[in-house]
C-alpha cells in the first residue's frame, strides 16, 4: 500500500501487527479514530501503555491481577486445596462464569510447544511443582484444552508430579450438551462412551 | 465479562470502541500484547497519539498528508483542471493504484448520511464549489459508492454546479471485468447496457 502520509502509514503498520489484522483493517481502524474526537484515541494509547507497564501478576497463581494477591487466592471461602491448571486469563473467566468450581487456580502462560519456541522453563511450571510438594495441594485438575501442545503440557507435569501423593484430574471430554451425536468427531464419541457416567450423576448439572 | 484487573478492563473496554472490534477481540488483542515486549505497546500508542495530534490535510484536496499541499496537488504533471471527487482517502488510494488517472481529487471526508448525523457542512462540500466557481475546474468526476448516501451526496453537488459551466461526469457503473452476466445483480446490468460503449474503445483498457 501507497500512503500519502508518513504518520498514517506508521499508525498502520503498528496497528497491523495485532493477530489478525491485516493493513486493509488496520487502516480503517486509524481513519476510525481519525474521525472520533482526539480524546478517544488519547484514551486508548494511555490505557494500553498503563496495561503494559503497572500489570502485576498475582504471586500465588500468576493470573493477571491489579494486587499482590488475586481476589480468588485472597478469597479465604476457596478451596485452596484443590488447584485447577490453566493456559490463560481467558480461561479462568470462563471456569468463573459457571459458578460450578470453588478451588484455586495455577495460570501456566501458555502451552509448551516447540513450534513456537515455548519450552517449560517460559511457563510457570516450576512454582507449580513446588506449591505441590510443599504439600499444599490435594488436587491439581488439568484444564488444557485438548490440543497436542496441551496434551504435551498436561504429560509433562503429570510426570513431574508423579512421585508426590497429590491427586491429578483432567476436566471430562464429550458431547456438548445441545450437540447432536451425528455430527461429532470420532474420538470425541469414543471418549464419551469410554468414560459414561452414572445416569442418576449426569441429571445433576 | 468479569475482569480480575481494572487495567486489563480499561484496555479491553478502550479497545473494543474500534469499530468491529467485539469484548473478545479486545481481550485477545491485548493479551497478545502483554506477550510481547513492552517497546511494541508503546511504539502501537505512539504512533497513534502522534498520528492524531499532527495528522494534516492538504489545503487544496483536504486529503490525508504530512504537508501542506500534498504530493498529488503538488505535482505540476498532473492535470489540474480535473478533479475526482471521493470520499476518502482508500478511494484515492484505489484510483491511484490503477494509474490511468492524470487529475487531482477532492476528498469529501464522508457522505451525505442524515442517519448518521452527517449533512453537507461536515464535509468539504463548500471548498469545492467555491474552487468551481473561482474557474479553475474544468471537469468534476463522481466517484462516490453507487449507495443511497452516495447518489444523495452526488445530486447535492450536482444541484449546487448547476448554474456554473464546469462539466460533470460520474465513474462508469457495469460488469465487472471477469465477472459472470448471470450473477450480475439487474440494476448494474441494466445500466451496463444503457451505458454501454463502442466495440473498439472496450478494447484499450
Same sequence: chains 1, 2.
Wanted: proline letters at 4%; one cysteine or more; a negative charge.
Amino acid at each position: 500500500m501507497d500512503f500519502s502520509s508518513k504518520l498514517l502509514e506508521q499508525a498502520v503498520d503498528e496497528m497491523s501487527q495485532l493477530p489478525g489484522i491485516g493493513k486493509r483493517t488496520a487502516l480503517r481502524l486509524v481513519l476510525h479514530l481519525l474521525k472520533q474526537p482526539e480524546s478517544q484515541t488519547e484514551q486508548l494509547a494511555a490505557a494500553l501503555q498503563k496495561l503494559r507497564s503497572e500489570i502485576k501478576l498475582c504471586k500465588n497463581c500468576f493470573n493477571i491481577s491489579d494486587t499482590e494477591l488475586c481476589d480468588i487466592c485472597a478469597n479465604p471461602n476457596r478451596i485452596s486445596e484443590i488447584v485447577c491448571v490453566v493456559e490463560d486469563i481467558r480461561d479462568v473467566m470462563a471456569i468463573e462464569n459457571t459458578a460450578q468450581y470453588r478451588g484455586l487456580y495455577h495460570v501456566l502462560g501458555g502451552k509448551i510447544s516447540p513450534m513456537d519456541g515455548i519450552g517449560p522453563s517460559q511457563l510457570t511450571i516450576k512454582p507449580l511443582i513446588e506449591k505441590v510438594k510443599a504439600g499444599k495441594v490435594e488436587e491439581i485438575i488439568f484444564a488444557l484444552s485438548s490440543t497436542l501442545e496441551g496434551d504435551t503440557t498436561n504429560f509433562y507435569i503429570f510426570r513431574q508430579l508423579e512421585e508426590t501423593p497429590v491427586k491429578t484430574s483432567t476436566i471430562a471430554r464429550g458431547i456438548s450438551v445441545g450437540d447432536e451425536l451425528e455430527y461429532a468427531d470420532e474420538v470425541t464419541l469414543g471418549r464419551s462412551i469410554t468414560n459414561r457416567v452414572p445416569f442418576e450423576s449426569s441429571m445433576k448439572g
